[in-house]
């Protein structure tokens, strides 16, 4: 099993340092090229949102493959969310996030975590 785990610090520079870990990341630099791209979109987007909806100051990217699927999880402090995404909105105020997630993963979830947080992951065939 191959993966990677790191700390991030919530800002406007957190899902493009997630980005940088997982480029450096060896176990990605076997995957096809529509993969890798749809890896590093979905992370980028997990990341964003915990940043801009959870307020989290710290977060923590979880990446891990086995065999054929990439598991990525990643959690912070915030307070979680219920329900389906939002409907996207096209005069700039986002929710396009977990709607690529739904689309482009093959499965995903939100988990609560005990005694805080909350956990977004998704599941990707490697």
Known sequence: ????????DG????AAAARI??????FVDGLADGVRIDLELLVSELVSNGVRHAHAEDLTLGVERVADCL????WDDGP???GPPRPPSVIGQGGFG?????RLADRWGVDRLA????CVWFELAA
């Open 1 to 8: 099993m191959d993966s990677l785990k790191v700390h991030l």
């Open 11 to 14: 800002g406007p520079g957190s």
């Open 21 to 26: 870990a997982l480029r450096e990341a060896e």
């Open 71 to 74: 598991r990525v999880r990643c």
């Open 80 to 82: 979680g969310f219920e």
């Open 98 to 102: 977990l709607m690529l997630v739904d």
């Open 115 to 118: 005694p805080g947080g909350c």
